[in-house]
């Protein structure tokens, strides 16, 4: 028999991959979130937009569910809340930024009544039998915190994302002096981000990025800079908009994102914009090369991102030439490489210089690298530890470390979407799978990702063939020459004449008129036309009939 007096950790992502976080904590009748997500598609997803988590199982437990607690504001932990919260209405609780980036999201799905609470770090939110303390850490974004969450069986502790920057140039340093207090007193469990694990060393400090961005404002004085960065990396775009003023260049902005995070920020105090710097991107053409910086989206290569119709000649405002220098001031997140190289191929063919990570430290990472996560575990010190935030092989590499550091095998787990760890003050288990896993984005809609996606590489391998039969509703004979449309199936024109034929031949054989909701009459013409294609072509295009009647 299970006790009844546990917790338990659920992970519905974030775990595995890198991306859409999101963790659960269960006592009694009692559930927090940690986090909301999202990831981006990859190329198996056709048409796709978003991936976040499946909250299934939150669904079924909604009325128990005490708070969605958020650790900053990057779209992979707070991506997915507009979506929890059209489905589960639940108080949120994030930092000052955190929640203003959220909060534009939340408008722009159409949510109402959203109940968001600002908090600052070192307050605790008491949320049923959960007392949650927000602790500040350094990240590329204003406003990241660890979780310290107390809890009947222990304080479990989440260290969002971090690194342990010493030097930063925005904010307050990590608070190591909290965290070591909290060690002391004791941690039951420890749940740590994992992203740059396998990287010896420390993180570089933004105090060096900054050195080296003006250095190439120097080298470059009489070009043209577009700098991409990501939109939410505020600390960034701060240093990005002081060098600018320095050297008395203009700022323009290119991409929707990056436009709505720096009104934002700067509305909330979190940004400072230097007196008559920002300028319309439209008013571009009218200032010198030598005193303007563009600073744009699409540092990831993404297929529709400012930089990337820069770099294809697609972009209305901004053309590429000779005497322009792009800096990518981002590194690649797994799995973007191919598209991030495809973009500077292209912007090299467009004649223009591009500067990125692999050849300036232009970009300072947010996650700890090794010795930042030793730092971590030897301040917190807990009974047990699961790695998150990461890929499978970033867990495994954060276990070792974590064994490196004096843990037992037996006290560390690698957990996957869909697992349950229970825990006590003394042992800690891999319990029942719950429903878990991802749902698609596509537009305004949501939908299950086995059934989105399996459609839609069926129609490119065997492409779709659209029928339509317009008839008349009092006789049931058909009015006019049926319509077919064949998209990817490479049919003919005498083969689709001869799809009408047998379209027709089926209504006169058929009694329309007394057929009712016409399903079967459906099926009897998708088969005939899924018969003849394959015959002709062998191959299975997805059959749509549609009958209207007049």
Not at 136 to 161: E, K, M, R, Y
Not at 357 to 363: D, V, Y
């Amino acid at each position: 028999m299970k006790n009844k007096n546990t917790l338990k950790v659920r992970f519905l992502g974030g775990v595995g991959e890198i991306g859409k976080n999101m963790t659960a904590l269960e006592y009694g009748k009692d559930i927090i979130i940690i986090d909301a997500g999202l990831t981006f598609p990859t190329s198996e997803m056709p048409g796709v937009d978003l991936v976040i988590p499946d909250i299934t199982y939150l669904n079924q437990n909604k009325e128990r569910i005490r708070g969605l607690f958020l650790t900053h504001g990057h779209e992979d932990h707070i991506g997915g809340v507009p979506y929890l919260l059209k489905e589960i209405d639940v108080p949120v609780y994030g930092t000052k930024l955190t929640l203003t980036l959220l909060d534009n999201k939340i408008r722009e799905q159409g949510v109402k009544g959203a109940r968001l609470f600002a908090v600052e770090p070192k307050s605790t939110i008491k949320a049923g039998v959960f007392s949650v303390e927000f602790v500040n850490v350094n990240h590329s974004i204003p406003g990241a915190v660890a979780l310290s969450i107390q809890t009947p069986v222990g304080v479990v502790f989440h260290s969002g994302d971090f690194k342990v920057d010493l030097t930063p140039i925005g904010g307050e340093i990590i608070d190591l002096a909290r965290l070591t207090e909290i060690g002391k007193k004791g941690v039951t469990l420890m749940l740590c981000e994992s992203t740059n694990v396998e990287r010896s060393g420390y993180s570089m400090s933004e105090s060096v990025v900054t050195e080296n961005l003006d250095r190439l404002f120097a080298e470059h004085k009489n070009k043209r800079l577009v700098i991409a960065t990501f939109a939410s990396n505020v600390y960034r775009i701060q240093q990005i908009l002081n060098l600018a003023y320095k050297n008395k260049r203009k700022v323009a902005l290119s991409g929707r994102s990056m436009i709505n995070v720096i009104e934002a920020s700067s509305k909330i105090g979190e940004l400072t914009i230097p007196k008559d710097t920002i300028v319309e991107i439209d008013r571009i053409k009218n200032i010198p090369d030598k005193e303007l910086v563009v600073i744009s989206t699409g540092s990831q290569g993404e297929p529709m991102s400012a930089l990337t119709r820069m770099a294809s000649g697609e972009s209305k405002d901004v053309t590429i030439g000779k005497n322009d220098v792009i800096l990518i001031s981002a590194s690649p997140i797994p799995g973007n490489e191919k598209n991030i190289y495809q973009v500077i191929n292209n912007l090299y063919r467009k004649g223009a210089e591009v500067c990125y990570e692999s050849l300036e430290k232009i970009h300072a990472s947010g996650h700890a690298c090794q010795e930042e996560l030793k730092i971590m575990h030897s301040l917190i010190r807990p009974k047990f530890f699961i790695p998150v935030h990461g890929e499978y092989r970033h867990l495994i590499k954060h276990v070792e470390l974590a064994k490196e550091m004096g843990m037992r095998d037996s006290a560390c787990l690698i957990a996957d979407i869909g697992d349950t760890v229970e825990l006590t003050q003394k042992s800690m288990k891999r319990r029942e799978k719950f429903p878990s896993g991802s749902r698609l984005v596509d537009g305004l809609s949501v939908g299950e990702a086995p059934n989105v996606v399996r459609d839609r590489k069926y129609i490119s391998a065997e492409g779709i063939v659209v029928a339509v039969c317009c008839i008349s509703a009092e006789s049931g004979l058909v009015l006019q020459e049926p319509d077919v449309i064949g998209k990817g199936a490479g049919l003919t024109d005498s083969q689709i004449a001869e799809m009408k034929s047998i379209i027709i031949k089926t209504f006169d054989s058929y009694n329309v008129k007394s057929a009712g909701d016409k399903t079967e009459l459906r099926n009897i013409l998708r088969k005939k036309l899924r018969d003849y294609v394959f015959k002709k072509i062998k191959k299975n295009p997805m059959i749509l009939p549609i009958i209207t009647e007049v």
